[in-house]
């Protein structure tokens, strides 16, 4: 591939034996000895000068970025004279390129931001978990709507995925045991091994461990080998509950086993909240001893949480009901001891059902800073939590440049002085500024694009074809109207206007939103002669009825929207949306479009992606878009825009908004499409692709976000370290 710094590692470390590191855990391949040694003794140190990320999900699919890979194809890198090595050189180039632990947002978050730590070389690993049938797959029928089946994996299979040995016992996996409560009975152990995915650096000198536990051992209770099937499993409350156990309550014993000492723990979401409640009752055993459940009092408790809350930082992700646990205080009496649950009394309580422990409300508590996902959400999460308002900060998210940056678009940044560095530092791309006027870079800019969209539109028409021929050959009916035309009505063609649209499927989201009115929307395209292809995908979960009605909705309105506007508006629905699919969409399309219900979308990234490479948004005034917008120059906005203290959080499908925002939509919309198609206004419509390059690229990416992370970690960080991730932020501060 196109990077330039792999060079810099050819000759001194292009035999693949300088990438084999091992210690007491095990051999591992993807950096140097000397470079496992470092991340080691750092999150080793008797300083605690590090710290670890928990999250329910990690999304990072080895298909959209792989350094080690590239590594390997620049150096012509294919076999070894060892032959274990060599077939784990091919398990590299020809593995498994997906580890499906994750199912939206957060979780790609979570990869983007470990990626920035590794880049950045900031200590931290993260812990997760390991579920072996990942989130889910999703068919998608006509009929039907979305279909939803156990993953397929093998985390065995999978490059870069290794897992932990016994010290001493080479052949024995690394065992943790968790003390846990099998619902009703008394406490048991439950038992998970450890894979560690090793997330690499562009230039191979850094690592972040990533720690997935597995809990799926024979040895584990039942109702624990049951929850580490699926991510977000909520089949019942006790699923989920057990889940969340797994995670926090896994988090001490794995740090002790591999004699981590991170002084900060990092909550992404309030999921692995309980690993809180541990650290205050292992406090308490230490201060009080072994009679402890015996001595304390609500006071201690309450001193004992204020002293761990100093090691725990929070990020709040959502305002939106579902993304907050509360669990019956009955649940828990089956599930942990009666001083968790005296903890949990004086520090979870539920401000609306004295029946309910609120996590939200523990991990508000029990932390030194808390951080919303941007400006806006900052100013939601001040409203919904009044008490915490002081303590509530803005760190607006971002994403991944290296990930998300298309390969062509990549190139183009790749061939401009002006751009030098861009992938160390993306605060480099304020320099675009001055290729605005450039008619080498609008060319190449231009160009790359096409060829992006083309590749979307390949795949998108291969796919049709395909699905066209499933028709005759199995019971399955394909997801899109266009596969039951004549094989040569189907393609879309690359010239058309395309809007892209992909996210998890929840009502607030309002993926249908645009096609509220069918009848405007077509006579729009219609009445200006211009075609639009509509590009959508998501998936929603499993147990989220109104969702998948939703996914059946923009099946359903495929047919009348092609009639209606006489073939000029087509509409695709992408089944079983992943990391890959997206980097397809964001590149490739010439719009973005987002819809919630505002002020709901606490951040979104799939925008930022889009901004990226250029593409400009069109968008609700919600989440990053209100820091992004730049008064239009990056995109268009619609909809409604109150204040936040007035405006409604509510859920109800009633109070959804459609019919205002929808029309504000079909308002702003010709506008785009003349920028678009009209010859005299289209250089405007370059502008804003080149403005998303210099406004947003330096502001919406994880570098940035990290930065600004390392204030609340409060890291003694090595001065070059320090002074390179200050670049980052110069440009901005999410607070003001
Ligand atoms: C970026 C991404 C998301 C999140 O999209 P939002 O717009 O933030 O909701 C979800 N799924 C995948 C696969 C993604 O890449």
């Known amino acids: 591939m196109r990077n330039k710094h792999h060079d810099t590692l050819v000759g001194h470390k292009s035999m693949p034996q300088d990438l084999v590191a091992q210690s007491e855990f095990g051999t591992f391949f993807g950096i140097s000895q000397e470079t496992f040694d470092l991340v080691w003794?750092?999150?080793?140190?008797?300083?605690?000068?590090?710290?670890?990320?928990?999250?329910?999900?990690?999304?990072?699919?080895?298909d959209v970025f792989n350094p080690l890979k590239n590594h390997l194809v620049h150096n012509e890198i294919t076999e070894s004279d060892d032959p274990g090595l060599s077939s784990i050189i091919k398990k590299v180039l020809h593995g498994p390129q997906k580890i499906p632990n994750y199912g939206g947002g957060l979780g790609i978050l979570a990869g983007d931001t470990l990626k920035s730590f590794s880049a950045c070389k900031i200590p931290t690993a993260a812990i997760s978990l390991l579920y072996s049938k990942g989130y889910f797959s999703q068919l998608v029928d006509s009929k039907v709507g979305q279909i939803s089946w156990a993953t397929e994996w093998s985390p065995e299979d999978t490059p870069s995925l290794f897992l932990l040995q016994t010290p001493k016992h080479p052949a024995k996996p690394l065992i943790i045991e968790i003390p846990f409560f099998d619902p009703g009975k008394k406490a048991t152990m439950a038992y998970a091994q450890v894979s560690m995915k090793l997330e690499v650096n562009e230039n191979l000198d850094f690592f972040v461990p990533e720690f997935l536990l597995d809990f799926s051992l024979p040895e584990s209770p039942e109702s624990v080998r049951n929850a580490s099937n699926q991510l977000y499993d909520s089949s019942s409350d006790q699923m989920k509950a057990i889940q969340r156990r797994m995670l926090g309550a896994g988090v001490m014993p794995l740090l002790n086993v591999l004699g981590l000492t991170a002084n900060t723990i990092h909550l992404n979401e309030q999921h692995g909240v309980v690993s809180v409640l541990h650290l205050i009752v292992d406090h308490l055993q230490q201060k009080f001893g072994v009679s402890y459940k015996e001595k304390i009092k609500d006071a201690d408790i309450l001193k004992a949480a204020e002293e761990v809350s100093q090691k725990v930082v929070y990020t709040i992700h959502t305002p939106v009901k579902a993304g907050h646990d509360r669990f019956d205080k009955s649940l828990y009496a089956g599930l942990s001891d009666k001083v968790c649950r005296q903890v949990l009394g004086l520090l979870a309580a539920d401000k609306e059902n004295p029946s309910l422990y609120n996590f939200t409300q523990f991990a508000m508590q029990v932390n030194r800073a808390v951080n919303s996902v941007s400006r806006l959400h900052r100013d939601v999460t001040k409203k919904q939590f009044p008490q915490y308002s002081n303590k509530i900060t803005a760190i607006t998210n971002g994403v991944h440049h290296l990930t998300w940056i298309s390969d062509a678009k990549a190139e183009v940044f790749d061939s401009f002085p002006e751009l030098k560095g861009w992938q160390e530092n993306p605060a480099i791309f304020v320099n675009a500024e001055s290729l605005q006027t450039n008619k080498k870079f609008r060319t190449y800019l231009e160009q790359a694009w096409k060829h992006d969209t083309e590749l979307l539109i390949q795949y998108v028409n291969d796919m049709l074809i395909m699905h066209r021929h499933q028709i005759e050959e199995t019971w399955i009916d394909p997801p899109n109207f266009?596969?039951?035309?004549?094989?040569?009505?189907?393609?879309?063609?690359?010239?058309?206007?395309?809007?892209?649209?992909?996210?998890?499927?929840?009502?607030?989201?309002?993926?249908?939103?645009?096609?509220?009115?069918?009848?405007?929307?077509?006579?729009?395209?219609?009445?200006?002669?211009?075609?639009?292809?509509?590009?959508?995908?998501?998936?929603?979960?499993?147990?989220?009825?109104?969702?998948?009605?939703?996914?059946?909705?923009?099946?359903?309105?495929?047919?009348?929207?092609?009639?209606?506007?006489?073939?000029?508006?087509?509409l695709v629905f992408i089944p079983n949306y992943d990391m890959a699919i997206a980097k397809m969409m964001v590149s490739g399309v010439h719009a973005w479009l987002n819809s919630p219900k505002r002020p709901l979308e606490a951040s979104g990234t799939s925008g930022m992606k889009a901004a990226m490479n250029g593409v400009p948004n069109i968008s609700i005034?919600?989440?990053?878009?209100?820091?992004?917008?730049?008064?239009?120059?990056?995109?268009?906005?619609?909809?409604?825009?109150?204040?936040?203290?007035?405006?409604?959080?509510?859920?109800?499908?009633?109070?959804?908004?459609?019919?205002?925002?929808?029309?504000?939509?079909?308002?702003?919309?010709?506008?785009?499409?003349?920028?678009?198609?009209?010859?005299?206004?289209?250089?405007?419509?370059?502008?804003?692709?080149?403005?998303?390059?210099?406004?947003?690229?330096?502001?919406?990416?994880?570098?940035?976000?990290?930065?600004?992370?390392?204030?609340?970690?409060?890291?003694?960080?090595?001065?070059?370290?320090?002074?390179?991730?200050?670049?980052?932020?110069?440009?901005?501060k999410s607070e003001v």
């Open 41 to 62: 003794s750092n999150l080793t140190a008797k300083d605690g000068n590090s710290a670890i990320y928990v999250s329910m999900e990690i999304g990072a699919d080895l």
């Open 621 to 732: 005034l919600d989440g990053w878009w209100m820091e992004g917008f730049h008064d239009g120059l990056t995109g268009w906005k619609f909809g409604i825009d109150t204040p936040v203290d007035m405006a409604p959080l509510s859920e109800d499908p009633a109070e959804l908004l459609y019919e205002q925002d929808s029309a504000s939509f079909y308002e702003m919309f010709p506008q785009v499409l003349k920028t678009f198609y009209d010859p005299k206004l289209r250089p405007q419509y370059l502008d804003k692709c080149i403005n998303n390059i210099f406004l947003n690229i330096p502001i919406f990416n994880t570098h940035r976000m990290i930065a600004e992370y390392c204030r609340n970690y409060a890291l003694d960080l090595p001065t070059s370290v320090a002074k390179r991730i200050k670049q980052f932020q110069k440009l901005y």
């Open 482 to 570: 266009l596969s039951h035309l004549h094989e040569e009505d189907i393609p879309l063609t690359p010239d058309v206007f395309t809007i892209g649209f992909a996210r998890r499927f929840s009502t607030y989201k309002r993926a249908d939103l645009i096609f509220d009115d069918l009848k405007i929307l077509t006579s729009i395209i219609t009445e200006l002669d211009h075609p639009v292809n509509f590009l959508f995908a998501g998936k929603a979960h499993p147990a989220d009825e109104p969702g998948q009605s939703l996914i059946k909705i923009i099946l359903d309105v495929q047919e009348e929207l092609y009639e209606r506007s006489k073939g000029m508006a087509k």
